[in-house]
């Protein structure tokens, strides 16, 4: 059965992990067709959106670098995620970094030429404007998602600091624009809010809220179940913003704060709604300016590694069912 | 009903959060008269009672540049500071680099100066040394305090390598000063001490004393209760220690102990005991040269924020009481 | 004498420098009228026109924090800079984070409103892309002047990552705009350029360009030679690139080029050129996020510094003229 | 009962903790006879076994430079370590830095050396493969022991990067040479695998293996019951790789994986099997070049100074028993 | 004529340059056929000769994460690198993290397939020790070869640390192994040694060498001369220890040593010794540990730049004269 | 001969330099009594007398741990060190961190016990302040001695920031005690003083004074002409505050001003008046929290590295002078 599987890393038992072209966990470098692909890691190198620290165009790399530190294996979900899943690393969108409208169409140019091929695209942020033209893309085939974001900010302003395109208010042009299906969408860890008002906004829009308190009073297994309940069997794409997870855990990241989460929280989080039907991912505003021990940069990774590994399980599962 | 509110700061959803001159949450810099001011920020970049780490002089410069980031909003109390809290930047005290007790005079005036015209003041330190001033200028107007001491360390040593005076024996001093109503004060956190005795010692000055592992083991309510108990109705002053909070969460300090408190731990506990008689509020031992990412300095203003927020919950609950 | 200068900073060996809002150099914060001022500093917090590593926005704030070491006292030019000058902070101009158009309105205002007040204005940057507005703040009062440009680039591209407007272009908008008077404008250190074929397309613009080879061979004194003989007497705007320094000096900047100046030499040569008619200042592209010693943002500070002394120098001239 | 203790770290409230030669919590350097020490600290300065980055040689000064910031007191077990323990620091053992078989030879000799008088031997890291050789001189005097790991990996390989001898394979290695009673020897907190055969490899050598997720859902306390239980009254060497702890915690080392521990949990469960017989103790793979602000090293010796309290509290009952 | 040019990098004018999979350059990443190719950069991430600070192994990445920003224009020599030369990145050679002669076999391969094919290579150490497979993989094809070596050492020890095969010890080992023609060689730079002998013993091997001093005192021209009279005709593999550089210049490196040279320096005599005739090059040392502000690994970066501008130059000069 | 030298490093060429307790050079570590030591290195651990960053306290620590990379033998003046003399360290002074006076005292208790024994002793610092106490140690045994300044500062303001005992008032201090013979003492390149009448002041103390700038100007052999030519046959205490060396060279101080010397220029002035006769040396202001690729403190190890080359290449002198 492995045989079947086409794009894999090397194996990092064997092959030494430092060395070598930067590609995500040292996938092949695929650029054209992805035929026997299952999904493709895609950067968005962009920090337009940005309002506060900027620098996260950078993050895809910084991702990279330490990705080759990444394994097949994954204790948690106990599944070797290449004996199920082929994948590749097509590099970055095309960007501009004067132009934001300019590097969104570049953006979404890139995820719709892999997502008309029927991959799942891996979105590497990039601060969190990017997943804005990665929903276009994805809404196109799909139609409108669910969304299930893991932040620490809401990003449902209608305009914030004089622009109504930022990394703040994505969310709201995303259901104006008909990509998202806000009722089954749900929006986890909020507590960077300018105003208390924030909140009602976001849930008028049709989104479903849990601040990171309900998060922290109720725990991550009642979180996963509000997730689970809201989502149902819509369609998902799954964005999780770096600063979900505390600042110990994240320092990289342009608008930190603080009252966040572990790494075994998010992980956990993660795993507990892998029963959803995905259909889209990334992860975004890891900046590495301010990432000097690259532990951001390595739990972004490991957020994808986590994702992959889901779906291998699931895959697995798949099989297993097939095969009784 | 907020048009009565004289200090406030801009609308970081309108005006850009990096741009202008750093006063703390871009408060106005007030340097005269307080009238209209409920609360008076004030800086004590003081370290010359450090006896490890120097350079926590330059915090209230480095809480400053982060607070930028603070917002009027805070969720876990769902209240907007602003709408019922006025508050000014105060600058800083005027401080001898070379002279200990020269630069505690300095920093009694400037507080002495804020207390006397009704407002509370918020001290951002330097060493904890510069909580011993501050007690002075609050005592002089209400009467020996209540202290509550959220801190890796008691800072209740008669003398360390040679001097009465350090960050490590001023609430010795402030008992002997007769500022403090020890009887009523707590201690919590402690895990840093040179020997078991020291806790002993503390109980004799008549403190309370919660060693970290309590907190750890029994939680942040029973925490909270014990400190709600000790105290009763006493006028209090809160002295934040950032090495309350553990190393990853606060690696910018002088000092730092393992074993000690995540972000959310400590801004609850805060918020548990939020109920106190608050009559002055310090947050000391930042030390930006050991804090590459910014989070110490940012943590420090969250908790400054989440202070602001429960005194903001408290003027809402009173003023809906009036109204009731 | 003295007694007529009206804001000046408080006197550093009296005053800890550590201690204190960060203003540039301590000078009064003011917003309104600027009577009695020569000269105005005043931030550009923006880098949306940056191509490579962006953050430059957080410059003014750090140049700031590092200006407090400055001191009134210029040893290489022998004067003391308040005794002759001037000179207050008028804190940031406003900016938009994700709208460079808008972030350049703002700056304009905020410049040709201290330009139009007859005072000499010193922008603190944030990206090369903020020196334009400067210009036009500066031309609407002066007219076309010319340009000295103390950089690694030319930033005379037509457009960069198909943008028009990013740090590489501005200097062609500003002669398109007729900001400039180019024959009269020299850009010198040039390094680090695409192609080799940028300089003659600078030279088509009008500019002199002396690239930084020939600055190395043929020295800091024939380089002044060469600036002084190209400007004659047209009022001049100086722009600091702070890569015009070797990373060296100032690794804190977005696009650093080796080979070139050390500090020494490149406040020399800004002390060679101090004859000319200066109308404008401007020192940019300081980048905090890679600037761990805050040796770039001093640099950048006492590059304002110097140029300061220079002023002085040449008022001191004056008033011994005048009692000659 | 104090007198008789040999030697001791001079009093950290007398004498100041920055001042003075770094040798391990300033005890004394002995470098030839033991007679009178109950535990020799001894540096294993090397890193020819790590297989991702490197740097851990400089490990054992690291810790050594923020081990003056250790004191005798520790709370959590209310025991005056020097009441009851002399120790020295005995420096760093001979190392060859580019043959990886002769630095064995190297630290074998040195902790030899010392477990023939009869002390207990601390060493710090390094790389885990220098456990191997003291595992070699702690087998030479008491036989097989069991193995205690707290880990983020099992170090069981059999070949990794196509070497026999790394910091992945050295726990095989030890088995393969009688040094380990496998059957006794647990190791705790393994989630950084290249594949999920990994623990069942391990089992398979006669270890007991319990995931980091089994820690997390089941707690510490069952995790120290489990220790417990499968050492029973065999001879121990307790090894701490200090990535055992979650990378917010102890940034500082070659191959951090998420999902981890704080710093209290990992103490916590130390102490939870004080009653342990332990033979030999060591912590390693602190990385000082990726630990900007020296938690981790500083982690690192606080897991000493747990270990050293979990021995005085022992020797304290034990007189207490026999006073008794 | 450019359309001959088969391997160049996208224009950076026009392509983001922080956008892309991160090899030197962004050049094609061509890993068989080298046909159409005139160079090729080779990655030897190799660190277990080093006897100081390691982690060089990590240099290649750091080197083409920088090189991003390097343009095909060098004004130094007026020459657009790319409409003269073809060129690809290779990935790195294979390596075993911990057996040193393994490593070497393997970089030796990596070479040896690129220089059977007729293509220069240039090397990205990695510690010096990476220079000895090179070199053997260059004497191979063309015979023993004249070293020109910039480096603060010499390497010609003939054991270090109990190890004959260092970074300290290669150029012993090739003259031993007759891959160096030593009268032909010469050693620029040499300011950190052991002991006053060395020189003496690098001399007995055949080596001419100039040391730092005479560098500083008689001037990069002079020592040019020297370089270009020592090597006259033969074929020659110059090898740049980032060290050579002062480490205010290059701080990222292994074992720096003050008193070196500035970058204008560095590649002025590069360029002065351009007319050699070169079969191979490598710049080695660079420890991105220790290069918090990527300085190091731009620096060099631009020293390859530097040499395949040289190598451009030339081949411009040839079809003129072809063309003459 | 050699035999003769009692005390010298382990061979760094044999003994793996990272290995080892931290002593300078790994020098032995000699606390009684100084019989066959002909220098002993002394660390003056405080930095209360610092008026802008502190925590120079720790620079004997960082520097002692660069120092293992330090060799016996030194390129520019031909000779190995340990031929001709015979060190130790001492270890530290013993401080107050909160009583500079104190510390003072420590400091002088300290150097006075080695001078007494007919030793030289090169302290490390520690703030500039430390100097004094060495000073009193010296004239205590030799009288008053004139002092040889390198230094961007002169520290001769009778009073800073309201202290008269400040890293800035010293050298006033030292006259008003009769420590020096101003006359014939010399400060060379001051660039950072509060006003320009500092140098005056200076003068008028009796001091020859050269601004950095005509060091510049005029060179290091013009310069260190001054210098023989004021000195004359006076016994020196040559002190070294690392600021003398531009921030490029030397990040890591308390006080860096831009406009320095490099690392090169230092060594060859300390060099140039190698014939002076030195009674007393030190090396300070490293400041290790900015300094995070550690040249600060592998420069000021370089610089005692050439000094004792300097005494050295004299003994030899002596001793051929003898043989003669």
Chains 1, 2, 3, 4, 5, 6 share one sequence.
């Not at 650029?31 to 993050?59: E, H, N, W």
């Not at 930190?256 to 892998?274: A, Q």
Request: hydrophobic share 40%; net charge negative.
């Amino acid at each position: 059965m492995p045989d079947a599987i086409r794009y894999r890393p090397e194996d990092a038992r064997v092959a030494t992990r430092f060395a070598g072209i930067r590609t995500f966990m040292k996938l092949p470098w695929v650029t054209g067709d992805l035929t026997g692909a299952d999904f493709a890691v895609i950067g968005a190198p962009c920090d337009g959106g940005t309002t506060f620290r900027s620098g996260a165009a950078f993050g895809p790399s910084a991702i990279r670098e330490m990705s080759v530190m990444l394994r097949s294996g994954n204790l948690n979900l106990d599944v070797d995620i290449f004996r199920y899943l082929s994948g590749v690393d097509r590099g970055d969108a095309e960007v501009n970094p004067c132009d934001l409208r300019d590097s969104h169409r570049g953006i979404e140019r890139a995820f719709d030429d892999a997502v008309r091929q029927g991959v799942l695209t891996i979105g590497l942020g990039g601060d969190h404007s990017v997943t804005l033209p990665q929903l276009r893309a994805v809404a196109r085939r799909h139609g409108p998602v669910a969304l299930v974001q893991f932040d620490a900010h809401l990003d449902t302003y209608d305009t914030e600091n004089g622009s109504g395109l930022t990394h703040g208010t994505i969310f709201r042009r995303a259901v104006e624009e008909g990509l998202l299906d806000a009722k089954r969408s749900i929006q986890v860890g909020a507590r960077g809010l300018f105003g208390t008002g924030a909140i009602r906004e976001s849930e008028e829009l049709g989104f479903t809220v849990i601040p990171a308190k309900d998060v922290h009073e109720r725990g991550i297994e009642w979180t996963a179940g509000r997730i689970l309940e809201t989502v149902g069997d819509r369609k998902v794409h799954l964005t999780v913003d770096i600063d979900f997870f505390d600042p110990a855990f994240a320092p990289g990241t342009g608008t930190p704060e603080v009252g966040g989460f572990s790494s075994w929280e998010g992980l956990k989080l993660l795993r507990s709604v892998g029963g959803l039907d995905f259909v889209g991912f990334d992860v975004v505003e890891v900046l590495p300016s301010h990432d000097p021990t690259q532990i951001t940069a390595y739990l972004a990774g490991c957020v994808v590694q986590e994702f992959l590994a889901v779906l291998a399980a699931k895959r697995r599962a798949g099989k297993e069912a097939d095969r009784g």
